[in-house]
């Protein structure tokens, strides 16, 4: 099969897959296998194009979950026992300067994760990380107590290093190591779109992390956003995709040749 042929196969077929299966139109919140037509099409297709249909196996799952499923796995309030909130984006500072020694304003999409955190813990009272863009808000608007302000790395000659979110996981792991009680269940905060990979990251530096369930997360983009990435959907989609497969990458390599 031609590369054009696999694209229209893919455009063809997903809307109808979409229609007919809510599942795959709206996630599936409580984790589980793909629902519906799409996969079985996406393994013809590519079984077709590559000549491969084993190959073709092992890479679907992997096809539908990073490009086709943006919903988190999610967990009632009631088991977690803290909240971690991720940023998204920010503005530039007000008054200019180096950017690497100048700290940014946090932006309106972090105003509306804070919000977001606010409103869930009006729920239920427990302690939040939070990225330093939300805690700010957290702080300054919502007077928000027991909040851990996870902020970025200044070195003694000033310059910012930004944490990933990866690094503002592995921040909270740290945190939280050595509690009694151990780290504890997390709920996740973060972008509509950049939730899933948030769950996925606190997962992967050893926490049982979900995203509360029935609270929905902010979705409007900042076109004024100091990162490109963030200021428009499709971009982000694609910077977000390049992400989970950089990290799928060297987990597959790894499980593959464990001793290098």
């Known amino acids: 099969m031609q590369r054009r042929d696999f694209a229209v196969v893919l455009a063809t077929t997903v809307p109808a897959a979409l229609a007919a299966t809510p599942a795959l139109a709206h996630g599936r919140p409580g984790g589980g296998q793909p629902a519906g037509q799409l996969p079985h099409r996406m393994l013809q297709a590519l079984a077709g194009e590559l000549e491969d249909r084993d190959t073709a196996a092992e890479l679907v799952p992997h096809l539908y979950d990073v490009g086709f499923e943006w919903e988190p796995e999610t967990a009632p309030l009631g088991r977690l026992d803290f909240l971690v909130a ?94 009694p009680g151990g780290i504890g269940t997390a709920g996740v905060i973060g972008f509509r779109d950049h939730v899933k990979r948030c769950v996925q990251t606190t997962r992967d530096r050893g926490i049982t992390a979900y995203a509360p369930r029935g609270f929905d997360m902010p979705d409007t983009y900042d076109p004024q956003s100091g990162q490109p990435w963030t200021r428009r959907r499709d971009l982000y989609l694609v910077h977000d995709m390049a992400a989970q497969w950089q990290v799928l990458r060297q987990k597959m390599i790894t499980a593959a040749y464990p001793n290098g």
């Open 86 to 179: 991720y940023g998204f984006g920010n503005r530039p500072a007000v008054g200019g300067g180096d950017p690497t020694k100048v700290l940014p304003e946090p932006g309106p999409v972090n105003e509306e994760l804070a919000d977001t955190v606010a409103r869930i813990r009006r729920r239920r009272r427990i302690p939040v990380y939070a990225q330093w863009e939300i805690a700010r808000f957290l702080k300054d608007k919502h007077q928000m107590k027991d909040v851990t302000s996870i902020e970025p790395v200044i070195e003694p000659d000033g310059t910012i290093t930004y944490l990933s979110t990866d690094g503002v996981a592995a921040q909270v792991a740290e945190a939280r190591r050595h509690l």
